[in-house]
Nanobody, 124 residues
Framework: QVQLVEFGGRSVQTGGSLRLSCAVS????????VGWFRQAPGQEREGVAA????????YADSVRGRSTISRDNDNPNRVYLQMNNLKPEDSAVYYC?????????????????WGRGTQVTVSS
């Protein structure tokens, strides 16, 4: 059974930083992409960043230059999202997802497996 668990969501002030972690377990297939998504109340789920197995990355315009997605070199089933210079509009539930169905558009929320999410709140 594939499971994804997110860690690291918390409340921070504007301009602060945090690192989210995603632990993937139970997946036995090769070379899968992991994406981070977020969803604020009343809004659609938005792709934030994604990383392919061999390290290619893609970012949403809203976070590019402020965020870094990475995979643990020793454990590629662990993926991180470092977010800096946080803004109130970054407040949302953040989800990680694994195994993108659309490899050409990994920021689309069309993944096979999802975590339950972790709350990030940025206060002004």
């Amino acid at each position: 059974q594939v499971q994804l668990v997110e860690f690291g969501g918390r409340s921070v002030q504007t301009g602060g930083s945090l690192r989210l972690s995603c632990a993937v377990s139970g997946f036995t297939g090769p070379y899968y992409c992991v994406g981070w998504f977020r969803q604020a109340p009343g809004q659609e789920r938005e792709g934030v960043a994604a990383i392919a197995w061999f390290g290619n990355t893609i970012y949403a315009d809203s976070v590019r230059g402020r965020s870094t997605i990475s995979r643990d070199n020793d454990n590629p089933n662990r993926v991180y999202l470092q977010m800096n210079n946080l803004k109130p509009e970054d407040s949302a539930v953040y989800y990680c997802a694994a195994v993108a169905r659309d490899g050409r558009n990994p920021l689309r929320p069309t993944y096979d497996y999802w975590g339950r999410g972790t709350q990030v709140t940025v206060s002004s």
